[in-house]
């Protein structure tokens, strides 16, 4: 089983490129997120999707675009990269809006930004 | 607003032994979900347990278990009889009921030593 799968696995940028990091889930899952791991730190939310055709902010939104593409799809963009922005980036989605469904996350994508 | 504070940044615990990781969390809102999470290594999120807020009994799954005291706002993972697999950071995380946001804490690194 698949689950959440992310691509790329890394990348590094330079200030001021930008690039568009995919994400897919095989669970028929209605809502999907994007979250960012900075060192010493829990997983932040950078936006979410609570059904095909919807997004809202999360907590760090700033800098990010987000595109929810069919059910299965929720990309994450940056349209000018800045160091700040190097994190590790989590796509993740659940089933349903209740608080008792876990997030199933993918393996991550590590992006530097030079 | 929503806080989760796990308050061990580091653990060291002897294979074979039981280990408890601490997690108190903040809200004011009456029904909620707790989660535990882990992250080897290599990177990725893993789902351990789930608690919800009016379970009245605490959340088992193998040799994990959630000591649940609401009273306290407190939900520990304790880890029975640990492996050297169990390595990894611990992540202690909220979700509200019918909010997207999981809010995690900063996590705690639990190391076992042969």
């Known amino acids: 089983n698949a689950g959440v799968t992310q691509t790329p696995k890394f990348q590094v940028l330079k200030t001021g490129q930008s690039m568009t990091l995919q994400c897919a889930q095989d669970?028929?899952?209605?809502?999907m997120y994007w979250y960012r791991q900075d060192p010493g730190m829990g997983l932040r939310l950078i936006y979410y999707?609570?059904?095909?055709?919807?997004?809202d902010k999360g907590e760090v939104p700033n800098g990010y675009n987000v595109s929810r593409l069919n059910k299965r799809e929720f990309s994450l963009r940056l349209e000018s990269a800045a160091p700040s922005q190097t994190s590790v980036y989590f796509c993740?989605?659940?089933?349903?809006?209740?608080?008792?469904?876990?997030?199933?996350f993918g393996d991550g994508t590590r992006l530097s930004i030079l | 607003a929503q806080k989760i504070t796990q308050t061990q940044p580091g653990m060291f615990v002897q294979e074979k032994e039981a280990v408890t990781l601490d997690c108190t969390y903040d809200?004011?809102?009456?029904?909620?979900?707790l989660f535990w999470y882990k992250q080897p290594s290599s990177g990725e999120m893993i789902f351990l347990i789930y608690?919800?807020?009016?379970?009245?009994q605490n959340a088992t799954e193998g040799r994990y278990s959630l000591n649940f005291q609401k009273a306290r706002k407190s939900a520990n993972l304790v880890i029975s009889a640990s492996q050297l697999g169990d390595s990894a950071m611990y992540f202690c995380?909220?979700?509200?009921?019918?909010?997207?946001?999981?809010?995690f804490g900063q996590g705690t690194r639990l190391t076992i030593n042969p």
């Open positions: 995380a909220m979700r509200l009921q019918g909010a997207q946001k999981l809010v």
């Open positions: 999707s609570a059904s095909e055709g919807t997004t």
């Open positions: 993740a989605s659940s089933g349903r809006r209740n608080s008792n469904q876990p997030q199933h």
């Open positions: 608690q919800g807020s009016y379970d009245q």
């Open positions: 669970m028929n899952h209605n809502s």
């Open positions: 809200t004011s809102d009456p029904s909620y979900g």
